[in-house]
């Protein structure tokens, strides 16, 4: 058992007794085991173990709405590290271009409200066997009004975890799965880029057709993993590794969307309204 803590002063882990209820110490009363996984710029830190690795799910940035505040991931195959993110995590001062950033700022056309600074994150598989993620979310408004939020979670082909774009309402991934004829038309895309700042992420709407990306500031291709809910996107010669999943925004809109991580470093949301009969 290994207990986790720290803030932005540094992460660091160590190791607890058998019934998890104090710290494994030496003859002399030092603990066994006190590394620092990560340097300054962490908080919020939340372990989960899947599939052979320990996923460490961090918060970045300043809490206030405009500062920046954000949820970023790393894995590891042992949980005293080292953890990884297409870099690895160490004992340096600062980390704010590590790690997958799952969410920052952002904005779709069909929410009231700019959603600022995500954070604050735990992560767990419920009873019926989907994952998910909560943290407190904050809104442009004008206020430091937060309140609560519950998305799922999904894996990646790579074995990366991606939230869905929306609150969820109960949704099930499709157990038949897609293929690339059913991914077309218009998606209002959002890249959650890797910056620590109040710029808000608006989304951009991108065309979808016969494999091909087009009328965005990037242009790329598409592939489906056809029986599956796998979506691969290239945009600008960055890969990113994606789910696809039907759910309801937050103004009960249907809509089909992806959630996709990109040379874990950055993540893509699409979101692709569709028309009520």
């Known amino acids: 058992k290994y207990m986790f803590v720290g803030s932005f002063n540094g992460i660091y882990v160590t190791e607890l007794t058998d019934d998890g209820l104090s710290v494994k110490r030496n003859e002399n009363g030092t603990p066994t085991l006190k590394k620092q996984v990560c340097g300054k710029a962490f908080e919020g830190t939340n372990i989960y173990k899947k599939n052979g690795y320990y996923y460490l799910f961090v918060s970045y940035g300043d809490l206030q709405s405009?500062?920046?505040?954000?949820?970023?991931?790393?894995?590891s195959e042992k949980p005293t590290g080292p953890y990884v993110a297409g870099n690895t995590l160490e004992d340096q001062d600062d980390h704010f271009n590590y790690g997958l950033k799952m969410m920052?700022?952002?904005?779709?056309?069909?929410?009231n409200y700019t959603y600022m600074a995500p954070g604050g994150q735990s992560t767990f598989q419920d009873d019926d066997g989907k994952y998910y993620i909560t943290y407190h979310q904050r809104f442009d408004d004008g206020t430091e009004y937060h309140e609560p939020r519950?998305?799922?979670?999904?894996?990646?082909?790579d074995g990366w975890f991606v939230a869905a774009p929306f609150a969820t309402m109960?949704?099930?991934l499709s157990e038949k799965g897609y293929k690339k004829s059913d991914v077309s038309?218009?998606?209002?895309?959002?890249?959650?880029g890797t910056d620590i700042s109040s710029k808000i992420r608006e989304a951009e709407a991108y065309t979808f057709a016969d494999g091909k990306v087009t009328g965005g500031e990037k242009s790329g291709t598409y592939e489906v993993k056809e029986g599956t809910d796998y979506i691969t996107i290239t945009l600008d010669g960055v890969v990113y590794k994606g789910v696809l999943m039907e759910m309801t925004d937050e103004a009960e809109n249907p809509v089909?969307?992806?959630?996709?991580?990109?040379d874990n470093e950055e993540t893509l949301w699409g979101v692709q309204y569709i028309q009520k009969e």
């Open 66 to 75: 405009d500062g920046g505040y954000q949820i970023r991931q790393f894995r």
């Open 104 to 111: 920052g700022n952002y904005t779709f056309p069909s929410l």
């Open 150 to 157: 519950v998305h799922q979670m999904y894996t990646n082909e």
């Open 170 to 172: 109960g949704e099930t």
């Open 185 to 192: 038309g218009t998606f209002y895309v959002v890249n959650h």
């Open 256 to 262: 089909f969307c992806f959630s996709a991580a990109g």
